[in-house]
Nanobody, 121 residues
Framework: QVQLVESGGGLVQAGGSLKLSCAAS????????MGWYRQPPGKQRELVAD???????NYADSVKGRFAISRDNAKNTVYLQMNSLKPEDTAVYYC???????????????WGQGTQVTVSS
């Protein structure tokens, strides 16, 4: 199993910044992709950004130019630097890892417990 522990959420005013961190631990053979999803109140969970082990990144259009994802492969940790935050960024942010626990197993998704980000206007 793979455990993901997130940190860094909180309350910030519009225009402010926050940095989220997520560390993976457990039985890890390989982590293919790490990323962040968010679920605004009353809405479905959506991709914010993800990054492969090789450093290829993917962003939702709504956060391009404001958010930056990075990854420390040696620490199995992913970060999300969020700048110029807007009230519409308010959501529970979930860390995701597509990981393999053994060379004999297929990749599967693992999720963190979620961290609240609230942006006040």
């Amino acid at each position: 199993q793979v455990q993901l522990v997130e940190s860094g959420g909180g309350l910030v005013q519009a225009g402010g910044s926050l940095k989220l961190s997520c560390a993976a631990s457990g039985t890890i053979f390989s982590i293919i992709t790490m990323g962040w999803y968010r679920q605004p109140p009353g809405k479905q969970r959506e991709l914010v950004a993800d990054i492969t082990s090789g450093g290829n990144v993917n962003y939702a259009d709504s956060v391009k130019g404001r958010f930056a994802i990075s990854r420390d492969n040696a620490k199995n940790t992913v970060y999300l630097q969020m700048n110029s935050l807007k009230p519409e960024d308010t959501a529970v942010y979930y860390c995701n890892a597509k990981a393999i626990t053994s060379r004999y197993y297929a990749p599967r998704d693992y999720w963190g417990q979620g961290t609240q980000v609230t942006v006040s206007s």
